[in-house]
Each structure stands twice: as structure tokens, then as C-alpha cells.
């Protein structure tokens, strides 16, 4: 067995992330390159595009990583009349979402990877039982050609980003470096209309001054869960914010926000970076 095959050591990062993965995930990485060799194959998600780009920006892919959480959801209900908060399902999705997302960079590391570029993150539910949802996290684990330490993420983790190919070598130019995938999840009920006001607003236009008020503030409350996990990681700012909404099948009027994006942290000589840039027009020929 050669050395790229072999596992490191216990005391090592490397070794401690393989203990906590799947035996056949270990057995799947062990094929797979790793930073600083050419032996073995890479696997990627990334588009042809993307990936020129992601080795225009220095980098090399190493191998597709991914984690997966089955959760079972617990039970709360929500007031009739009274728009709240589901902090137990709030706490589900967000903790189950952690889950995948750390065993996603358990295999980053394993490969001894710099980051971690095109990650989704995905839900579903089981057909089995409807208060059981899978959590995946997929990936490309990348690693800089020089191997400089300089691009990790917060703590010396390999960095994780939602960005494309292409946006991150922009980001890269432009003189800012990703940090972290963060993210703010919450459930929310939606309070009921009584049947006095909805006959009311029969025929009417009018704004329902109820429900404006709870998805604002479910919202919110995503966006700066988000904003707290940004500011965690010692970032600059937030680029590529996505809000998404779903109700996973839950009760009527249970509704999840979920708010992600990629912290990014300024280099050193940023603002030379960005005013070397030259934007180009481009025309699309496509009908």
C-alpha cells in the first residue's frame, strides 16, 4: 500500500475526521486524490465551465464529498390563533442540517482539502414515515496547487461555499477569499384567521395584516440567525444570500425560512485586486 492509500496517523486531522466517517466512505476516499498528489482518480459536480475556472483561480479538485443525516423530527403544535415560533422543529432542522454539513467536511478533510466549492444542501423526506426527513450535503473538496495554508476556513477547517465555478474565482480576483456556508433556519406557525374576518375581507381588497406581520418576522429571524453565524466566522460580509421557503408536508400553516449564503473575508491588497479587473462586454449570440 502507497502512501496516498495509506491513512495517517491517529494524532493526526486526517486520521481523527476517518473515525467519524462510514467505512465505505473512507474505503471511497482512499481512491481519490488528496492535496499535494496526482495518485488516484478526482470526482467532481462541477460543470466543464466551472471547472476551468476553479483551476484558473490555482486549484485543483480532489474529490466529490458528502454527508448524510436521517432525522426523525419531534412533535410540537402550534396555537390556533397565535402566530410563534416551532422551536423544537427549528432546532431539528438546523441541528440535522449541521450533522450533514460536518460530515461533509470530515471527508474535506480526510483529503486534506483547502474548501469546499458548488455545496447544496438538500432535504427530504422518507417515504417510510413522514416525521422522518434525509439531510445531504454534497460537494467538490478542492486544494491550492501551492498548498498554501492561506485559503483554509475559520479554525484551519477547509472552507465550505455555495459559490459556483465561476463566482469563485470572481470572488478570488476580486480579492476576498470564502470563509464558511452559513446559515439561519426557522419554523413558524402562521397564526389562523378567524372566519368573522375572512368573511369580512370578502370582496375586499386588503392587506392580512396578520400574516404579513409572521412571515416578516419568521424571516428575520432566519436572516439573523445567518447574519450571527457570518459574524462568528470573523467575515467581512455575506455574498449569494438565498431564502427559501418550504413546509416539508407539516401541519397547515407551519412553514419553514431558511436563509444561506457564503461568508467571504478580504485579502491582504483587496481593493488593488478588484480595480485590476477590467469587465468586458459580452454579447450572446443564442437565439
Known amino acids: 500500500m502507497n502512501d496516498r492509500t495509506a491513512l495517517p496517523q491517529a494524532e493526526t486531522p486526517a486520521a481523527s475526521a476517518a473515525e467519524q466517517l462510514a467505512p465505505h466512505a473512507v474505503e471511497r476516499l482512499k481512491g481519490l486524490r488528496a492535496q499535494g498528489s496526482h495518485e488516484g482518480i478526482f470526482t ?13 483561480a490555482g486549484f485543483e479538485p480532489l474529490g466529490l464529498v458528502v454527508g448524510s443525516c436521517v432525522y426523525h423530527l419531534g412533535i410540537q403544535y402550534g396555537q390556533w390563533s397565535t402566530s410563534m415560533e416551532m422551536d423544537v422543529l427549528s432546532q431539528a432542522m438546523y441541528q440535522a442540517r449541521e450533522l450533514a454539513m460536518s460530515r461533509m467536511e470530515q471527508e474535506a478533510i480526510l483529503l ?35 498548498g498554501d495554508p492561506g485559503f483554509k476556513g475559520v479554525g484551519g477547517k477547509p472552507f465550505t461555499s455555495d459559490l459556483s465555478g465561476q463566482d469563485f474565482w ?14 439561519g433556519s426557522c419554523v413558524y406557525h402562521v397564526a389562523h384567521q378567524g372566519a368573522l374576518r375572512s368573511l369580512g375581507n370578502l370582496g375586499n381588497n386588503v392587506e392580512l395584516a396578520q400574516f404579513t406581520q409572521a412571515m416578516y418576522d419568521a424571516r428575520e429571524l432566519a436572516m439573523e440567525r445567518m447574519q450571527h453565524e457570518a459574524a462568528a466566522a470573523q467575515a467581512d460580509g455575506i455574498t449569494g444570500v438565498q431564502l427559501h421557503e418550504g413546509s416539508h408536508n407539516w401541519q397547515p400553516h407551519v412553514i419553514e425560512f431558511f436563509a444561506v449564503g457564503t461568508a467571504v473575508k478580504a485579502m491582504e491588497q483587496a481593493d488593488a485586486l478588484v480595480d485590476a479587473l477590467n469587465p468586458q462586454l459580452v454579447i450572446p449570440v443564442n437565439d
Open 44 to 56: 467532481s459536480d462541477l460543470s466543464v465551465n466551472e471547472f476551468v475556472m476553479v483551476r484558473q
Open 112 to 146: 486534506r482539502a483547502d474548501g469546499v466549492v458548488g455545496l447544496r444542501l438538500e432535504v427530504k423526506r422518507m417515504e417510510w414515515d413522514k416525521d422522518i426527513l434525509e439531510f445531504m450535503a454534497i460537494g467538490t473538496a478542492i486544494a491550492h496547487r501551492t
Open 170 to 183: 470572481m470572488l478570488l480576483k476580486s480579492g476576498y477569499r470564502p470563509m464558511e456556508m452559513v446559515m
